[in-house]
């Protein structure tokens, strides 16, 4: 998966936004991220990779929804259904790896641009 992020200021306020091939992973871009969240979202993925999906490992915000559990990570995308769009699966799946190396990666982008 690829992927850039972008400092933006809003005011006084700081936005990491997320630009990425996977239109669904650009919901991650907040104004309240900190390393420790992003921390707390590795943890639970890394903790969840053994588990049964009645274990799972889930986190929201208002547009983005996933699940982590021993099959992977499904993520759907709320914006999408707050238009009317429905589908019959999740928008993407991606193997804990990977969507762990994304967290790790805008961690450090975050540390580095609070």
Known sequence: MKYTFKK??????????IQSEESTINHFGSW???AQ???NLIDGVEQSK????????DWQNEDVFFRSNKYGVFFVDLMKQ?????????D?????????????????FVKENS
């Open 92 to 108: 993407l799946d991606l193997e804990h790896d990977e969507f762990i190396k994304f967290l790790q990666d805008f961690k450090k």
């Open 32 to 34: 309240n991220w900190t």
């Open 8 to 17: 933006d200021m809003w005011g006084d306020t700081i936005l990491h936004s």
């Open 37 to 39: 969240k992003i921390q």
């Open 82 to 90: 707050r238009a009317g769009e429905k589908s019959k699966k999740q």
């Open 50 to 57: 053994d588990k049964e999906p009645d274990e799972s490992f």
